[in-house]
Each structure stands twice: as structure tokens, then as C-alpha cells.
T-cell receptor, first 114, second 112 residues
Framework: DTGVSQNPRHKITKRGQNVTFRCDPI?????LYWYRQTLGQGPEFLTY????????KSRLLSDRFSAERPKGSFSTLEIQRTEQGDSAMYLC????????????FGQGTRLTVV | AQSVTQLDSQVPVFEEAPVELRCNYS??????LFWYVQYPNQGLQLLLK??????LVESINGFEAEFNKSQTSFHLRKPSVHISDTAEYFC??????????FGQGTELSVKP
């Protein structure tokens, strides 16, 4: 296993379009996190899953954002009707729930909304 | 409320000088604590973690952090920094149930 994989690495889209990002976690990890990071800021929590259950979604997150993890393996993050303010790096991380190991991060998907 | 605060957004320091990056968190329950590092144009990677036991934890590259429950702090220190330590450092807190949140980050800039 080569770690957390995110696709695509870069996405340029026009304002108003929908985009979907994919995250493949480390295979035995049952927790999966999504974050958004803008320049000079820390990762902002968006949502997280344990297996297929979405345990929490940030209250700051617009209804245009939705995430799924249908079989408890890979996850998708969809942004509908994108806005310029959505431009950011979207990070995915995974970890084990038992034993509380650290979260491992993917390289991220950089979204640019034009 | 659950929050993580890094008190310094930028810390410039000369090579071989000591450095401390401050982190405070807000929680009424026990938490786990982490420091992550992000080198330029790279992803986030774990630097060190506190889960339980000794309140002083160390990394392989000379950093250490001390958990202070009464002050709800987890400050990161290094007695002598190197140019290669230049990076963004993030404090993170894991709450019961697994939610993991990050501070705003501290940019450490080591000058020769």
C-alpha cells in the first residue's frame, strides 16, 4: 500500500460547475477525514467517516458540499455550483479508530474556480 | 467549544538558535495531541504525538513537545534549529469519537 491517494491532483473548473474528488485511504484504515486548506492557513475540518458512517460534518460547510463513503473504503467529495471562494487545496486523511494511530494525509486536490 | 490555537503565525529564527512554537487547545475532555509539519510543496506529515504516559514526547529530528494538562498546552521546542527545519508546523487535537482538528499553523523560517 502506497498511502492515501487523491484524484485528481489538480482541477480547474468554471464557476457554477460541479466537481467531484476521490480519496482512497490506506486499506486497513477505517477512519477517513476531509479538510480544506487555503494559503497560509491550517487544514479546516470538513467532515469525517468511520467505516461508511459519516460521523460529523462541519456546521460551516455549505449544503453545496457533500461527501460519501459508500462501502467504507474510498470516499468522494462533491461540490455543487462551485464558487470562486471554493478555490483551495482539499485534503484527505485516514487513520485507524482502534489504538488511535496518527492520521496519514494524501497529497491533496488543488481546486481552482475561474 | 473545541478549538486549537497556535499563538504565533510566523517565527523567524537564526540557525542554531532555540525555538518554541506554541499551541493551546480548548476541551473539557481528555484529548490526544499531535504536531504535523509541512515542508514547501509537500504534504502534511506527522512530527510527534502524545497519547498517554510521559508528558514529554520527542521526534527523531530533535523536536520535543510537552503536554501540560492544567494549561491545556502542547508547545513544540527544539534547542538548536537547522536551515532544513524551515516549514509550516501545525498543532492538531483529536477529540473523543475521532474528530481531528488543526490550528492555524506557524511558519518557522530559519535564517543562516
Amino acid at each position: 500500500d502506497t498511502g492515501v491517494s487523491q484524484n485528481p491532483r489538480h482541477k480547474i473548473t468554471k464557476r457554477g460547475q460541479n466537481v467531484t474528488f476521490r480519496c482512497d485511504p490506506i486499506s486497513e484504515h477505517n477512519r477517513l477525514y476531509w479538510y480544506r486548506q487555503t494559503l497560509g492557513q491550517g487544514p479546516e475540518f470538513l467532515t469525517y467517516f468511520q467505516n461508511e458512517a459519516q460521523l460529523e460534518k462541519s456546521r460551516l460547510l455549505s449544503d453545496r458540499f457533500s461527501a460519501e463513503r459508500p462501502k467504507g473504503s474510498f470516499s468522494t467529495l462533491e461540490i455543487q455550483r462551485t464558487e470562486q471562494g471554493d478555490s483551495a487545496m482539499y485534503l484527505c486523511a485516514s487513520s485507524l479508530a482502534q489504538g488511535l494511530t496518527e492520521a496519514f494525509f494524501g497529497q491533496g486536490t488543488r481546486l481552482t474556480v475561474v | 467549544a473545541q478549538s486549537v490555537t497556535q499563538l504565533d503565525s510566523q517565527v523567524p529564527v537564526f540557525e542554531e538558535a532555540p525555538v518554541e512554537l506554541r499551541c493551546n487547545y480548548s476541551s473539557s475532555v481528555s484529548v490526544y495531541l499531535f504536531w504535523y509539519v509541512q515542508y514547501p510543496n509537500q504534504g502534511l506529515q506527522l512530527l510527534l504525538k502524545y497519547l498517554s504516559g510521559s508528558t514529554l514526547v520527542e521526534s527523531i529530528n530533535g523536536f520535543e513537545a510537552e503536554f501540560n494538562k492544567s494549561q491545556t498546552s502542547f508547545h513544540l521546542r527544539k534547542p538548536s534549529v537547522h536551515i532544513s527545519d524551515t516549514a509550516e508546523y501545525f498543532c492538531a487535537v483529536s477529540f473523543p469519537g475521532g474528530k481531528l482538528i488543526f490550528g492555524q499553523g506557524t511558519e518557522l523560517s530559519v535564517k543562516p
